[in-house]
């Protein structure tokens, strides 16, 4: 079982990035599934959520109304719609799978999530 994500890269301040996550050895069309990331010297930290059917997201403060979060099950996909970067932004993100609705409670939290991908690099210039 494999995640990989990619899409990142060196954007200016204001500009935008679409993150993929595709996915490899099964399929997580029922999983929720979401996105952290982790800036140098800091704890992993939530960014977006998602409910297997896609109908329900979560999103950390933080990147409410800048990102979107969506999957696309047929080609067993997720993505991260990235507008109106900041620097602040800049990190390497992390797609996650979860065995559980909402991670069990733990949507939130890297403790929701059993499957990870290696992650990639955010970065944005100010």
């Known amino acids: 079982v494999q995640l990989q994500a990619s899409g990142g890269g060196l954007v200016q301040a204001g500009g935008s990035l679409r993150l993929s996550c595709a996915a490899s050895?099964?399929?997580?069309?029922?999983?929720?599934q979401g996105w952290f990331r982790q800036a140098p010297g800091k704890e992993r930290e939530f960014v977006a959520a998602?409910?297997?059917?896609?109908?329900?997201?979560w999103y950390a403060d933080s990147v409410k109304g800048r990102f979107t979060i969506s999957r696309d099950n047929a080609k067993n996909t997720l993505l991260l719609q990235m507008n109106i970067l900041s620097p602040e932004d800049t990190a390497v993100y992390h797609c996650?799978?979860?065995?559980?609705?909402?991670?069990?409670?733990?949507?939130?939290?890297?403790?929701?999530?059993?499957?990870w991908g290696q992650g990639t690099l955010v970065t944005v210039s100010s």
């Open positions: 998602i409910s297997g059917s896609g109908f329900s997201t």
């Open positions: 996650a799978a979860s065995s559980l609705y909402r991670g069990g409670g733990y949507y939130d939290r890297p403790v929701g999530y059993d499957y």
């Open positions: 050895g099964r399929t997580f069309s029922s999983n929720t």
